[in-house]
């Protein structure tokens, strides 16, 4: 096995630790979470990955107006990016209004945009749940799922839009 074999070994424990990296998760006040997942392989930028999950946990009530977010030196530690990338997408959360900055205190969500009361969340996706599982017995795969998602969710945006 000799050195090949140290080598893979070595790689796949950076890999693990670079796993762990990417999924960090960060507490705030009122048991608020948000868990920032950055997919390398995606081709989305990390600063719009970051942008998109901040605006998501918004949207589904995991953030609320008044928490803050996980600071820039809190999220370059945890999943070793550049601070830049980091300022870049706070910088975007305020232009939409979402977020503001205080100096010297942190990133703080301003406003709960779209979000939806959890109870009304909690339903809509047992519902979906049911729905995705009587698809995947019914033989159809991950992306057909998603096809069936998107072209709904278009059509019916369609329709709200000509209405």
């Known amino acids: 096995m000799g050195t090949s074999g140290n080598g893979s070994l ?3 424990r950076l890999t693990a630790a670079r ?3 990417m999924l960090a998760s960060f507490h705030y006040s ?6 920032f997942r950055l997919d390398r392989t995606s081709g989305v930028t990390t600063y719009w990955q970051i942008v998109q999950q901040v605006r998501h946990a918004v949207r589904v ?20 990016i550049n601070p830049n990338t980091v300022l870049k997408a706070y910088r975007e959360l305020e232009r939409d209004g979402l977020v503001a900055s ?4 942190g990133t703080f969500v301003t406003k709960a945009a779209h979000a939806m ?11 979906l749940e049911r729905w995705i599982r009587s698809a995947r017995e019914a033989g159809l795969d991950v992306e057909n799922i998603q096809a069936i998602v998107a072209t709904t969710l278009q059509e019916s945006k369609e ?4 209405a």
């Open 102 to 105: 205080r100096p010297g205190q």
């Open 30 to 35: 009122h048991s608020t979470m948000i868990n």
């Open 117 to 127: 009361p959890v109870t009304a969340h909690t339903a809509l996706r047992r519902s």
């Open 159 to 162: 329709k709200v839009d000509t």
């Open 61 to 80: 009530g995991r953030l609320k107006a008044g928490d803050q977010l996980p600071t820039v030196r809190e999220v370059v530690a945890k999943l070793a």
């Open 19 to 21: 796993k762990i990296a």
């Open 10 to 12: 070595c790689r796949s």
